[in-house]
């Protein structure tokens, strides 16, 4: 069992009885360190439905899937340390994020259409707990790079962005070419899907069939261009898309192009 599934064991409501700061680390202990998950009074041992100790046939690609999930997982305890001594009141502002004295160690903000509350210790999405380590990195970088200039509406592509040579080719492969080959044929079921997660018009002087700004974050909006397909001119549909000249100062490359990617999955889960 991975400690994404077992966490789903717990109440997710980290108050520590375990002896660990929160439920993931609990999770991680209990997967990975052979920790007993009876430590947490919460976790009954007989739902359980899967061994939870390291797997025997912990190999090959199977090991290279858990490495990564242990970075990804190390990567936001990092990420929470980092944010967790910094001033949410003064940082909504400069994100787009709603500060309340109510919960003063958290923001509120939306992420492709949906309400997102993020604390030091866990992040949220319509009230449930955001477990996929991938979309946590996402999110606590995103307060944890505190903000800085607001986008002006001047486009550039991911080929412009600093050292991005080899993030052009993930971007393609994640999303443009997913979503060229998803909505061929189909460009007003595509336009009405990004009205769906908050989507304006973009600039009037483009040529493609579709462009639209998406809020993927508050202040890392991504100007999705389609093309659709032509068939007398033998023309395959085709997406680009666009990023605003700062964003860098909200999202390291990494970080953006998952942006894009759940972008790409938000769209065909909405396409139903
Ligand atoms: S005791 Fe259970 S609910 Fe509390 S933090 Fe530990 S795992 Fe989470």
């Known amino acids: 069992m991975t400690p994404h599934e077992f966490v789903k064991y717990t109440p997710a409501t980290n108050c520590g009885e375990c002896g660990y700061p929160a439920c993931l680390a609990f999770a991680v202990a209990v997967t990975k360190g052979g920790v007993s998950p009876e430590l947490c009074p919460y976790v009954h041992r007989e739902n359980l439905t899967a061994d939870i100790g390291p797997r025997q046939e912990d190999s090959g690609l ?3 899937d858990r490495d990564q999930e242990e970075r990804d997982m190390a990567l936001v305890a990092h990420l929470k340390s980092k ?17 309340s004295a109510d919960e003063p160690d958290a923001l509120s903000f939306s992420y492709l259409g949906r309400s997102v509350t993020l604390g030091s210790e866990t992040v949220s999405m319509a009230d449930e707990q955001l477990v996929d380590p991938r979309d946590q990195i996402l999110l606590y970088n995103y307060v944890a790079f505190g903000g800085g200039r607001i986008p002006d509406g001047t486009w550039v592509g991911m080929e412009s962005l600093p050292n991005s040579i080899s993030k052009i080719r993930t971007l393609a492969t994640y999303c443009e070419q997913r979503l060229a080959k998803r909505f061929s044929g189909r460009a007003e079921k595509l336009a009405a899907l990004c009205n769906e997660i908050g989507a304006v018009p973009g600039p009037v002087d483009q040529s493609a069939d579709v462009g639209k700004v998406i809020p993927v974050l508050p202040n890392v909006p991504h100007y999705l ?3 659709d397909e032509e068939l007398e001119d033998g023309f395959e549909a085709r997406v680009k898309v666009l990023f605003d000249h700062h964003v860098m100062d909200f999202l390291d490359l990494e970080s953006l192009v998952f942006a894009a990617e759940r972008m790409t999955d938000r769209l065909a889960e909405l396409d139903v």
């Open 62 to 64: 199977n090991m290279v």
């Open 83 to 99: 944010v967790r001594d910094l001033d949410f009141k003064s940082l909504g502002p400069r994100l787009g994020a709603l500060w």
């Open 225 to 227: 261009l389609f093309w």
